[in-house]
């Protein structure tokens, strides 16, 4: 009865829907290889074949990006890790993962996996069926040697639509895509909080099952790295120094975010303006600068702010609060680094020169007011003469004659 028309599912526009399709429209079918069961609903993204209609509208789901994360379309979820499949033999499979005496193992290097066919994957790195002839590095099945010598060729077949970046991989595109959609599709389904990444998510977890615990404060930490990282704090312990300074960090990833500042690197970059960044936080922080979200907003007065640390400082305005003060004449701050600024007229440290004549300032924006001297700019104008000046204090003073004359 199958013979000439198939039922199959289409992926268009982002959308899943059934289609008939005849023998006709493919000529290149394949028998499924486990059985004989006749498999007449083909998906037309993958070419995977299903016995049932509902397996095949539940699979094309797996095609459809707003779908694919969402609980409904992934009924079956792991208690223990969070983690949500769309068929209940797979979640059968995964839950071996977390009961160790019942899993396949590598018998060379001890690594453990849910099922026969990913280790079967796994074992052909082992025997360097799909090796790189470049490189030498061995892959485990034929797409992941294909994704890899793309490092090699250089080759990036996938664009992004937002801002034409390329990538290598599907899955690195749809990474990406993330920044631009604010996308979270992996959601914990204890605290309601979401990431990016799935890794993320797992990670989470383990916070909500305390399985990586402080004994001393009763911190939960995500990973067993942060638990030693975290151990740190309470021992003092501080392993890893800067060879420029000799400041020492508890973690390594401290002493990397450190060694920015003396080598200069700048390794976070903007897909919009090309602008680089020390640091990962700063450089999402900037992103908010092109798509104009000011997530921080006053309940006083309606104002919001791209930055929680300008949002704080504006709230002082409101409360009149001024908790930096200048321990050498008892002058109050609403913010941190105004208190900054100001010890400079203590110390007589100016950091910022004019390039042209090497006058020093305390402040970045003098030496922008300054310029002006030497570029001739004079952007304030009187409305009653039309005569302009450098500063905005000699306008304020020429208005003052005028009246008075």
Known sequence: ???????????????????????????????????????????????????????????????????????????????????????????????????????????????????????????????????????????????????????????KPFECGVCSKRFTTSRNLTRHSRIHSGEKPYKCDV???????????????????????????????????HLAEHRRTHSGEKLFECTVCSKHFTTSSGLDVHSRIHSGEKQ????????????RRTLLRHIRVHTGEKRYMCHMCDKSFIRSRDFNA????????????????DKAFNRRDSLHTHMRVHTGEKPYKCRICNVAFIQSGMVSVHMRIHTGEKPYKCSLCDKTFIYSSTLRQHKRVQRCN
């Open 1 to 155: 009865m199958y013979d000439r028309d198939i039922l199959c599912c289409a992926h268009y526009a982002g959308k899943s829907y059934c289609k008939v399709k005849t023998e006709a429209d493919s000529s290149d079918h394949t028998e499924h290889s486990h059985d004989d069961k006749p498999r007449p609903y083909w998906c037309t993204v993958c070419d995977k074949r299903f016995t049932r209609k509902e397996h095949l509208t539940r699979h094309s789901t797996l095609h459809t990006r707003e779908h694919s994360h969402r609980d409904e379309a992934r009924p079956y979820l792991c208690t223990v890790c969070g983690k949500r499949f769309v068929w209940k033999h797979h979640l059968t499979r995964h839950s071996m993962l977390h009961d160790t005496g019942n899993v396949y193992s590598c018998n060379l290097c001890e690594k453990s996996f849910s099922c026969q066919r990913n280790l079967d994957e796994h074992m052909n790195i082992h025997i360097d069926k799909y090796k790189c002839t470049e490189c030498g590095r061995c892959c485990y099945n034929s797409q992941h040697l294909a994704e890899h010598r793309r490092s090699h060729s250089g080759e």
């Open 191 to 225: 605290c309601h909080k979401a990431f990016k990444e799935l890794y993320h998510l797992r990670h989470h977890m383990n916070i909500h099952r305390r399985t990586y615990t402080c004994m001393e404060c009763g911190k939960c930490c995500y990973g067993s790295q």
């Open 268 to 279: 976070y970059q903007c897909c919009v303006c090309d602008e680089g960044f020390r640091w």
């Open 314 to 329: 504006h709230i002082r305005i409101h409360t009149g609060e001024k908790p930096y003060r200048c321990h050498m004449c």
